[in-house]
């Protein structure tokens, strides 16, 4: 159980252009989701948090109106770079939130890699 | 001096090994602790999770906490190649709404 889908797994455009991503949970209703970024050999940047039906979070230095989230369901997320650059070029993984009891616990997508031209 | 420190490695092992995995942090507030793999181009996948000081065990793993030293660890017995994958450590300071704040994990290789 708890598996995050992610679409596409990789995708190349063209600098200006705009990029969905889209993340589902397929076997659970997430109750929350996060966007992260994760370039190579570094951490992973909580981008947003997002709860279905209301406007998404975004931390610090992260462009709303550049990194555009819209949660319409319980099982489905997009994060849609607007006007591609070569440097949003990273490794984007979503991840949604499950009540367990007391706790929560975040289940991971496998990721998408943008590459921006 | 970041929240949470972990050294990047890469930690090479002999297949059969014990490893020691680990991370400090400097957050009194963090009070779960998690584990997480991942590998080459893949999205993290959890490994382990505790709250507060303790040990857990799962299989092959065993996750330990002390937070009077901000230290936690995550030792992997009989280390298998399948195991080589980067492994992050994560913390968060409450339940309810798990903004996670990560190290940068550690690259384990796993030779047979």
């Known amino acids: 159980g708890a598996v995050v889908s992610q679409h596409p797994s990789w995708v190349i455009c063209k600098s200006g252009t705009s990029v969905k991503i889209e993340c589902r949970s397929l076997d659970f209703q997430a109750t929350t989701m996060f966007w992260y970024r994760q370039f190579p050999k570094q951490s992973l940047m909580l981008m947003a948090t997002?709860?279905?039906?209301?406007?998404?979070?975004?931390e610090q230095g992260v462009e709303k109106d550049k990194f555009l989230i819209n949660h319409a369901s319980l099982t489905l997320s997009t994060l849609t770079v607007t006007s591609a650059h070569p440097e949003d070029s990273s490794f984007y993984i979503c991840?949604?939130?499950?009540?367990?009891?007391?706790?929560?616990?975040?289940?991971f997508g496998p990721g998408t890699r943008l590459t921006v031209t | 001096q970041k929240e949470v420190e972990q050294d990047p490695g890469p930690l090479s092992v002999p297949e059969g090994a014990i490893v020691s995995l680990n991370c400090t942090y400097s957050?009194?507030?963090?009070?779960?602790f998690m584990w997480y793999r991942q590998y080459s181009r893949k999205g993290p996948e959890l490994l382990m999770y505790t709250y507060s000081s303790g040990n857990k065990e799962d299989g092959r793993f065993t996750a330990q906490v002390d937070k009077s030293s901000k230290y936690i660890s995550l030792f992997i017995r009989d280390s298998q190649p399948s195991d080589s994958a980067t492994y992050l450590c994560a913390m968060s300071q409450n339940s309810g709404y798990s903004t996670l704040t990560f190290g940068k994990g550690t690259m384990l290789l796993v030779s047979p």
């Open positions: 991840s949604a939130s499950v009540n367990s009891g007391l706790h929560s616990e975040q289940y």
């Open positions: 997002s709860n279905e039906g209301s406007k998404a979070t975004y």
């Open positions: 957050n009194s507030a963090f009070q779960y």
